[in-house]
């Protein structure tokens, strides 16, 4: 059984930098696509960016390109959102998520952890 547990969130000015961090157990996860996903009030649940624990091939929504950066550590099972440049549209719930062999361009997760706010104030 997958486990994922979110961490880093919290409240940042914009124009600021946060981290979160991924803690992933459970599986052996050299097969597994791992993303982030973010919900704000009244919107659904937004794909944000991907990575293939195996290749490191990454993927983002045009809302965060050049701005976010998803990594992985394979001896720590981690995986990493670095925000920066951060505004205040970028408020959310953010969730990480993972599915065995999932293309890059899929969004069909079967994993989520239960997501970290982070919220931007302007």
């Known amino acids: 059984q997958v486990q994922l547990v979110e961490s880093g969130g919290g409240l940042v000015q914009a124009g600021g930098s946060v981290r979160l961090s991924c803690a992933a157990s459970?599986?052996?996860?050299?097969?597994?696509?791992m993303g982030w996903f973010r919900q704000s009030p009244g919107k659904e649940r937004e794909f944000v960016a991907a990575i293939m624990w195996s290749s490191g091939t990454t993927q983002y929504a045009d809302s965060v390109k050049g701005r976010f950066t998803i990594s992985r550590d394979n001896a720590k099972n981690m995986v990493y959102l670095q925000m920066n440049s951060l505004k205040p549209e970028d408020t959310a719930v953010y969730y990480c998520a993972a599915g065995k062999f999932l293309p890059i361009e899929s969004r069909r997760f079967g994993s989520w952890g239960q997501g970290t706010q982070v919220t931007v104030s302007s």
């Open positions: 459970g599986r052996t996860f050299s097969t597994y696509t």
